[in-house]
């Protein structure tokens, strides 16, 4: 199975920070890595697919970047509807198209 | 916009048997998409469980390959997961999902939590 990492594993920051979480693959996954953000009582929300792909309606502070093993999902301003925990997920092999441990996005 | 809702009891005995089914509005699940099931324990992170195709192809996370099925109703327009032999290690909110042609998990349904309790 492929594993994921991801760090940090939670992180402060205040409204309007720049935020990057970074996650690592245990073998190369080309580009096939998503991002998904998920709030308290919701399910997951797509953010980024193909590691650089913004999903629609997603707004364009969120963006992805990397290929092989090294992904970064950076927040170019952190608004106050972000503070959440992200996943990364590897969709390069099944099964199982395995998920990171999360980074949870609290305010400083 | 493709809408996903997952019903089934919220709770089940230890040793005994979840199902939950996802009725999938909006979309045929007879398109040319994988649909999925990821849980979530309380306070933990997301787990894949696997993901079927229309066709009838399944993929199984290993780890519970041995106790996993997944089926397709092409006629109800829904996709079901069932789950022996649980344990309270199997309490956990059970989201489905559809994924796109990269393997990302697009649309989600909102999750039902499970409880395995006697």
């Known amino acids: 199975d492929i594993q994921m990492t991801q760090s940090p594993s939670s992180l402060s920051a205040s409204v309007g920070d720049r935020v990057t979480i970074t996650c690592r693959a245990s073998q190369s996954i080309s580009v096939y890595l998503n991002w998904y953000q998920q709030k308290p009582g919701k399910a997951p929300r797509l953010l980024i697919y193909a590691a650089s792909s913004l999903q629609s309606g997603v707004p364009s502070r969120f963006s992805g970047s990397g290929s092989g093993t090294d992904f970064t999902l950076t927040i170019s301003s952190l608004q106050p509807e972000d503070f959440a925990t992200y996943y990364c997920q590897q969709s390069y092999t099944a099964p199982p198209r395995t998920f990171g441990p999360g980074t949870k996005v609290d305010i400083k | ?118």
């Not at chain 2, 780890?63 to 109800?76: A, C, E, F, I, P």
């Not at chain 2, 290690?89 to 994924?99: E, G, I, L, S």
């Open chain 2, 1 to 118: 916009q493709v809408h996903l809702q997952e019903s089934g009891p919220g709770l089940v005995k230890p040793s005994g048997t979840l199902s939950l089914t996802c009725a999938v509005s909006g979309g045929s699940i007879s398109s040319n998409n994988w649909w999925s099931w990821v849980r979530q324990p309380p306070g933990k992170g997301l787990e894949w469980i696997g993901e079927i195709y229309h066709g009838g192809g399944t993929r199984y996370n290993p780890s519970l390959k041995s106790r996993v099925t997944m089926s397709v109703d092409k006629s109800k327009n829904l996709f079901s997961l069932n789950l022996t032999s649980v344990t309270a290690a199997d309490t956990a909110v059970y989201y489905c999902a559809r994924q796109d042609n990269r393997g990302q998990s697009d649309y989600w349904g909102q999750g039902t939590l499970v409880t395995v309790s006697s």
